[in-house]
């Protein structure tokens, strides 16, 4: 079966400071789906990433990026110079394409965040 | 365009008591899938609906029960509630089955159960 692990449960930085959220996740299937989502106090997941295993070309977006390594079955998102509004809890998420989601996203426990000001 | 809706946000059960928690995907979307969150299991996932036919399936117990509408609406059931159903469920709207596209996810509706 498929499992998400982010050892990092809280992670405190001032802000202007980069930090790095770690996911390491374990699959049988070939190909499969990972994502980030951001958790707000509010509740809402807000989608920030999505990237299937054919592509491990790693992406930037403005202050995020994400480090997509299949060798070592790992998916790491960065933000640059992090920002006060970025404190949340960040899950990553896995969704294998081989058992037709079955098992529908596969969440690690998340990392809470926090940015001081 | 609208997001995903979920009704009501908040909501205070008795044990033993049912309840149903409504959700109404971005339009266009014909997948719904509902998840459970809690502080020490995390974010589980419950069912997914696709054109009003559940696709897939947690590891809950039959308690716990949906159905899709035509409009692709849904709602998920809990019956004979327990301390334990206490939660944040999630429900998350895609184009797709199995959301391989993206999915979209609402507030939320946190249950109490006392």
């Known amino acids: 079966a498929q499992k998400v692990t982010q050892a990092q449960t809280e992670i405190s930085v001032v802000e202007k400071e980069d930090v790095t959220l770690d996911c390491v996740y374990e699959t049988r299937d070939t190909t499969y789906y990972l994502f980030w989502y951001k958790q707000p106090p509010s509740g809402e997941l807000v989608f920030l990433i999505r990237r299937n295993s054919f592509d491990e070309q790693n992406e930037i977006s403005g202050r995020y990026s994400w480090n997509f390594q299949k060798s070592t079955s790992s998916f790491n998102f960065t933000i640059t110079a992090s920002q006060v509004v970025d404190s949340a809890v960040y899950f990553c998420?896995?969704?294998?394409?081989?058992?037709?989601?079955?098992?529908?996203?596969?969440f690690g426990k998340g990392t809470h965040l926090i940015i001081q000001p | 365009k609208a997001g995903v809706t979920q009704t009501p946000r908040y909501l205070i059960k008795t044990r033993g008591q049912q309840v149903t928690l409504s959700c109404s995907p971005i339009s266009g979307h014909r997948s719904v899938s509902w998840y459970q969150q809690t502080p020490g299991q995390g974010l589980q996932f419950l069912f997914e609906?696709?054109?009003?036919?559940?696709?897939n399936k947690g590891n809950f117990p039959g308690r716990f029960s949906g159905r899709q509408f035509s409009n692709s609406r849904s709602e998920m059931n809990v019956s004979t509630l327990e301390l334990g159903d206490s939660a944040l469920y999630l429900c998350?709207?895609?184009?797709?089955?199995?959301?391989?596209?993206?999915?979209?996810f609402g507030s939320g509706t946190r249950l109490t159960v006392v």
């Open positions: 998350a709207s895609s184009l797709a089955s199995s959301g391989f596209d993206g999915y979209t």
């Open positions: 609906y696709f054109s009003e036919t559940q696709r």
């Open positions: 998420a896995l969704s294998e394409v081989g058992g037709g989601g079955a098992d529908g996203l596969t």
